[in-house]
Nanobody, 121 residues
């Protein structure tokens, strides 16, 4: 089993910046292949935000392109989302999604617990 722990988030004013991160851990050897962030605002469906692959390829939702940056740590066990030029509509719970394999599971799909980002003046 791969555990996903998120941190960061909080509150910022419109135009400000925040970051969220998540770290994977497991009692067995694991390899991350696709790492992504989603968000869920009250009254809306969960929305995909950004993805990064183990090879470093990135992709962003149009709503955040040019403002958000997804990256991984050196050991590729952590993934970060830097959010700049924040807008009130970025307010949501942000969820980390990790997909990969472990020594005992050919595939896994793990989610973080969600972390709140609030943009308001």
């Amino acid at each position: 089993q791969v555990k996903v722990v998120e941190s960061g988030g909080g509150q910022a004013q419109p135009g400000g910046s925040l970051g969220v991160s998540c770290t994977a851990s497991s009692s067995t050897i694991f390899r991350l292949q696709t790492m992504a962030w989603y968000r869920h605002a009250p009254g809306n469906q969960r929305e995909w935000v950004a993805t990064i692959t183990s090879g470093g390829l990135t992709n962003y939702a149009d709503s955040v392109k040019g403002r958000f940056t997804i990256s991984t740590g050196y050991a590729k066990e952590s993934v970060y989302l830097q959010m700049n030029s924040l807008k009130p509509e970025d307010t949501a719970a942000y969820y980390c999604n990790l997909q990969g394999s472990t020594a005992i599971m050919p595939t896994f799909n793990a989610w973080g617990q969600g972390i709140q980002v609030t943009v308001s003046s």
